[in-house]
């Protein structure tokens, strides 16, 4: 009873360190090695627990001054005793690693035991210091480019196709995997699944330069109809500009710098080097969840990307006003 409520207020304390926690699994993954967590701490504190417990003990049974000399008496007995318990707790330990290793190897297991025939399947490329998603398809008019926010199905399993372009990254959600390394020239997969709907942030976890602090993503997990709506929206090419304003904004993006590195599907733009920006406007978060999508942000992002980010591969682009106003229009109906 009084477990229960120490491990519910040690649950609830971890809800206080923020959106990014093991602790809040959402799906079995997560699941799995929230468990092996719980497991292992309450092994460490029941140790800890019997240590502290046994220094205290011995610390009062045996309390005499310091200035009184004792004389040195062979206790055979007493050794007798000290070298079983010793034994004994060494054989506890050993049984305990060994019951924690087998533990980790099921949980390991677990982890990487979810297939399915037909599953969603999304690469992720790392980039310094941003997250590249495409949604593979056979047919190139049906394959999605986007960036940082990564839509998923709930309840489906999902294949995470991972590689890097530059350094290594460390791709890391921790309600719904562990952390999964990507590297450059080197594709592998993991699996996951997400069985709660909701937002689910991620962070670079390998050091990989100037901004690994700022690279995050999010994940994105929604019901199928509402995911499959997204799919459908996403692989159409950008709208069109309806007004004098956005149609001044696509000029200025087409020919200031912003063409030598975006993608926009259905004009001229079609650079890899930066996210696809088709569909920027849908878009929560933009410079890898460091910015929200707001036009103040978008367009002090615009003027000097250095400035929240520095040492990022996006130049400054010292537009005057008007022009600024109208791209950043234009950029928003890019839903
Ligand atoms: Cu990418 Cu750290």
């Known amino acids: 009873m009084t477990l229960a409520r120490l491990h519910s207020g040690l649950a609830l304390l971890a809800q206080f360190t923020g959106e990014h926690n093991s602790l809040h699994p959402a799906g079995p993954q997560a699941s799995g090695i929230e468990w092996l967590y719980w497991v292992v701490f309450w092994i460490t504190?029941?140790?800890?627990?019997?240590?502290?417990?046994?220094f205290t003990r011995a610390a009062v049974r045996n309390r005499s001054s310091t200035s009184e000399m004792l004389p040195l008496v062979r206790d055979?007995?007493?050794?007798?005793?000290?070298?079983?318990?010793?034994?004994?707790?060494?054989f506890i330990?050993?049984?305990?690693?060994?019951?924690?290793?087998?533990?980790?190897?099921?949980?390991?297991?677990k982890v990487e035991g979810l297939t399915s025939k037909n599953p969603v399947t999304i690469q992720i490329t790392g980039h310094q210091w941003w997250w590249e998603a495409v949604y593979p398809n056979t047919q190139a008019d049906q394959t999605i480019t986007t960036a940082n926010e990564?839509?998923?199905?709930?309840?489906?399993?999902?294949?995470i196709l991972t590689n890097s372009a530059d350094v290594i990254h460390s791709f890391w959600a921790p309600s719904v995997h562990g952390k999964r390394d990507l590297l450059p020239?080197?594709?592998?997969?993991?699996?996951?699944?997400?069985?709660k709907p909701g937002t689910y942030a991620g962070r670079c976890a390998e050091f990989?330069?100037?901004?690994?602090?700022?690279?995050?993503?999010?994940?994105?997990?929604?019901?199928?109809?509402?995911?499959?709506r997204w799919e459908a929206q996403q692989l159409k090419p950008a709208v069109e500009p309806n007004s004098s304003e956005t149609v001044r904004g696509r000029q200025v993006f087409l020919t200031h710098a912003c063409v030598m590195c975006h993608t926009i599907r259905?004009?001229?733009a079609g650079s890899r080097m930066g996210p696809d920006l088709t569909h920027v406007g849908s878009r929560r978060m933009i410079a890898?969840?460091?910015?929200?999508?707001?036009?103040g942000a978008l367009a002090a992002w615009i003027i000097d990307p250095q400035r929240s980010k520095p040492g990022n591969k996006m130049a400054p682009n010292l537009l005057n006003p008007g022009d600024l106003g109208a791209l950043v229009t234009y950029l928003g109906t890019l839903q």
């Open 45 to 54: 504190f029941a140790a800890f627990v019997l240590v502290v417990a046994g």
């Open 185 to 195: 020239g080197y594709s592998s997969a993991f699996w996951i699944q997400i069985d």
């Open 93 to 109: 330990t050993v049984l305990t690693l060994f019951a924690v290793l087998f533990m980790s190897i099921i949980t390991g297991k």
């Open 288 to 295: 890898a969840e460091t910015l929200p999508n707001t036009p």
């Open 266 to 268: 259905g004009t001229d």
């Open 150 to 159: 990564i839509h998923v199905p709930v309840g489906k399993p999902v294949v």
């Open 76 to 90: 055979l007995e007493g050794d007798r005793r000290a070298s079983w318990a010793v034994g004994t707790a060494v």
């Open 208 to 228: 990989c330069g100037l901004q690994h602090a700022h690279m995050g993503f999010s994940i994105v997990a929604e019901d199928q109809d509402t995911f499959q």
